[in-house]
């Protein structure tokens, strides 16, 4: 049964704290992505990488990072976190290719800034 | 930029009956479309992919549509259950292997 796992379903971090999320997915997919899901705003792509080492910018970068140091971890970090960065965080996973590949997503993991 | 509209609202209806959701989308043409189901506190999960040459998709109770002219994709569930009830979202490819998603319809199919 394919996985994507998330380091952990609920965080809570104080503005300006250094914030690590992780996730890991065994299918040897090249793709992985980090969303972020806001009420009424949908998932919205901060991140995606189709190889180690390398990233790609999504629709909401700013005050994140992120790094991809093997196939099958894909870590997201907010430097110095703020409240506006309150939100579900969702990793998910796919093949690379020509194909129209499926993502497969881990549990999320609700992050709240005080 | 490219937007993608879903019914805000809930949708409520009858066990037995079929739910209709809809996805409209503009400044785009999507070479392809998937829907996905997500249930409260838990990641999506993908139910059906639609190509742009294909109207109609088939998977078991499901039915997809994918209308490129009205820029439009119906999703349908027949015969629906209560655990059905969940939000339905609709992604279109924005890129190589990157998707682009909708808000989510909500749906609560009632006893």
């Given at each position: 049964?394919?996985?994507?796992?998330?380091?952990?379903?609920?965080?809570v971090?104080?503005?300006?704290?250094?914030?690590?999320?992780?996730?890991?997915?065994?299918?040897?997919?090249?793709?992985?992505f980090?969303?972020?899901?806001?009420?009424?705003?949908?998932?919205?792509?901060?991140?995606?990488?189709?190889?180690?080492?390398?990233?790609?910018?999504?629709?909401?970068?700013?005050?994140?990072?992120?790094s991809?140091?093997?196939?099958?971890?894909?870590?997201?970090?907010?430097?110095?976190?703020?409240?506006?960065?309150?939100?579900?965080?969702?990793?998910?996973?796919?093949?690379?290719?020509?194909?129209?590949?499926?993502?497969?997503?881990?549990?999320?993991?609700?992050?709240?800034?005080? | 930029?490219?937007?993608?509209?879903?019914?805000?609202?809930?949708?409520?209806?009858?066990?037995g009956?079929?739910a209709?959701?809809?996805?409209?989308?503009t400044?785009?043409s999507?070479?392809?479309?998937?829907?996905?189901?997500?249930?409260?506190?838990?990641?999506p999960v993908f139910?059906?992919?639609?190509?742009?040459?294909?109207?109609?998709?088939r998977?078991?109770?499901?039915?997809?549509?994918?209308?490129?002219?009205?820029?439009?994709?119906?999703?349908?569930i027949?015969?629906?259950?209560?655990?059905?009830?969940a939000?339905?979202?609709?992604?279109?490819?924005?890129?190589?292997?990157k998707?682009?998603?909708?808000?989510?319809?909500?749906?609560?199919?009632?006893?």
């Open positions: 049964d394919v996985k994507v796992t998330q380091s952990s379903r609920y965080l971090k104080r503005t300006g704290e250094k914030v690590f999320l992780e996730c890991v997915q065994d299918m040897d997919h090249e793709n992985m980090w969303y972020r899901q806001d009420p009424g705003l949908g998932l919205r792509l901060i991140y995606f990488s189709y190889d180690v080492k390398m990233k790609e910018k999504g629709d909401i970068p700013e005050g994140y990072s992120v991809r140091e093997k196939k099958e971890r894909f870590s997201l970090i907010l430097e110095s976190a703020s409240t506006n960065q309150t939100s579900m965080y969702l990793c998910a996973s796919s093949l690379l290719g020509d194909g129209a590949y499926e993502q497969y997503f881990g549990p999320g993991t609700r992050l709240t800034v005080t | 930029s490219q937007k993608i509209e879903q019914n805000s609202e809930a949708l409520n209806i009858q066990e009956k079929t209709t959701l809809t996805c409209n989308y400044n785009y999507p070479a392809y479309l998937q829907w996905y189901r997500q249930d409260p506190g838990r990641g139910l059906l992919l639609i190509r742009e040459n294909e109207k109609e998709k998977k078991e109770r499901l039915k997809v549509t994918f209308d490129t002219t009205l820029k439009q994709s119906l999703f349908h027949t015969a629906s259950q209560p655990a059905d009830s939000t339905y979202l609709c992604a279109l490819e924005s890129g190589y292997n998707l682009i998603f909708g808000a989510g319809t909500r749906l609560a199919v009632h006893p």
